[in-house]
């Protein structure tokens, strides 16, 4: 069945003292436009991330965001050397006694050695949250991708519904085109008989006439080509593939069928299924653009 364009899917999980959260949008998109948000440490992931969305979907404005708490305090950890504070200390006292100078070494003049307060040493567990987020990543793909699945159902429904509708006023379309023909044979002839006065007309004139009329009229082609590309229509619907495009060409090609049946067909009623079908099939393009 076919899936819609719009979607969400978001999953969390942790490793060991990181939290992490993927979160991916999709939104209506003529192409398939993917971005992704990151972590400044987990930049590298850019592009086999980008790569593997583009191998599930192929049109929609995808946007990923991947969140990591914790990852930050860990980077900034710092550690105390007492063991070097302790030596610099005792130098101080040494250099105060031997040059008998005046005061006592304080925590302020500690301070000064830059290399007793330094970063702690962290373990590098990059190569494991890439492996963490990848994970989670997919399975957000897979919650967006149930989501656009549910909502190309409820798109099916609405589209086989109103090709149903345009299906029926084909029909009538059809069923009219006979009607036509004999209510113009008789126009016609009435016509005739008026501006001749009662003169007794040749049949084999009016019949040319009216010959001439039906080949003017005659929407055969058309209606056949509208079959065709409605049932072409609904076997897309049905089938598994990423068809939006394919139903947006479609329905262009009924539409341009639609607009001929109306100019040929010099009826009234005909006209008046022409415009409820036009309308169905603007309702059908709109859907159509939110199916992948």
Known sequence: MIESMTGYGRSEGTHREYAIVAELRSTNHKYCDISVRLPKFLLPLEIPLKKLLQERFTRGRLELAVTVNGAAEQTKRMEVNLELARQYLALMKEIQSKLDL??????????????????????????????????????????????????????????????????????????????????????????IERLTKGVKLEPARLIQEVALFAERSDVTEELTRLKSHMKQFKSMIRGSAAVGRSLDFLIQEMNREVNTIGSKAADAAVALGVVGIKSELEKLREQVQNIE
């Open 102 to 191: 005046p005061g006592r070494p304080d925590l302020g003049m500690l301070m000064e050695f830059r290399d007793i307060i330094s970063p702690a040493d962290v373990e590098d567990v990059t190569g494991e949250l890439e492996s963490r987020v990848e994970v989670l990543v997919r399975d957000a793909m897979g919650r967006l991708e149930s989501m656009r699945k549910k909502e190309g159902q409820t798109l099916a429904k609405d589209l086989l519904r109103r090709i149903g509708m345009i299906e029926k006023a084909l029909g009538r379309i059809e069923v009219r085109i006979p009607a036509m023909l004999r209510e113009y044979q008789g126009r016609l002839k009435d016509r």
